[in-house]
């Protein structure tokens, strides 16, 4: 079946640090890829997407790039800031008929610390 | 941000016992879904549904059942409460089958004792 693995956390980083988060998926279809986030308290929140391979997926500073070859859909971000606390959530969803069903990863925390 | 709200919030129930989550859209979707997040677990689909009266079963629906009579709601029902149901329930709506994003609603913390 479809599967996500990500990266164990939790991490901490220090602000303006550099953020990778990695993701790795199994599909047995053509997935498309989602990162969602969600801050304390709340629910969850689209990142940003990519549908197709190679595709960029970017949006508040953070980019992800589809990669076929590896299965991978890696989340970065250059400088992180104490805002950027949060779970993040690496996702697929392959179409079956008329519905498309997400498959999470288990989330990664993120601490960023000042 | 879509609309999506959830009810109750909180909720402190006791095993053995009936329980009713709603989710209501003003978004009018036709998909829409229940998850349950546990720690280690990620979110998992619990049921979803395709359409008024259309319903169909996510990979831990054991010991739920939905109901769907309007486009707006769509009801999670913990036929007899146990403590493994003890869980923070999150509903979504997608709009069409060739629109794959979820929105998702603030989520409702379940404490089954």
């Known amino acids: 079946g479809d599967s996500v693995t990500q990266m164990e956390g939790p991490v901490t980083l220090s602000e303006e640090a550099f953020l990778t988060i990695n993701c790795t998926y199994t599909a047995t279809g053509y997935p498309s890829l989602f990162w969602y986030v969600q801050y304390p308290g709340e629910g969850l929140q689209l990142l940003l997407k990519a549908t197709k391979a190679d595709d960029k997926g970017s949006n508040k500073g953070f980019e992800a790039t589809y990669r076929k070859e590896t299965t991978s859909f890696h989340l970065e971000k250059g400088s992180v800031q104490v805002s950027d606390s949060a779970v993040y959530f690496c996702?697929?969803?392959?179409?079956?008929?008329?519905?498309?069903?997400?498959?999470f990863g288990k989330g990664t925390l993120l601490t960023v610390n000042p | 941000d879509a609309g999506i709200t959830q009810s109750p919030r909180h909720k402190v129930t006791e095993t053995g016992t009936p329980v009713t989550l709603r989710c209501h859209q003003t978004?009018?979707?036709?998909?829409m879904y229940w998850y349950r997040q546990d720690p280690g677990h990620g979110l998992r689909l619990i049921h979803y549904s395709y359409g008024v009266k259309d319903t169909d079963k996510g990979e831990v629906s054991d010991g739920y059942s939905v109901s769907r009579s309007k486009t707006e709601d769509f009801l999670l029902t913990l036929e007899s409460a146990t403590s493994s149901q003890t869980s923070v329930y999150f509903c979504a709506i997608s709009e069409s089958s060739t629109e794959e994003t979820q929105y998702f609603g603030p989520g409702t913390r379940l404490l089954v004792l």
């Open positions: 996702a697929l969803s392959v179409g079956g008929g008329s519905n498309y069903k997400l498959t």
């Open positions: 978004e009018n979707h036709r998909y």
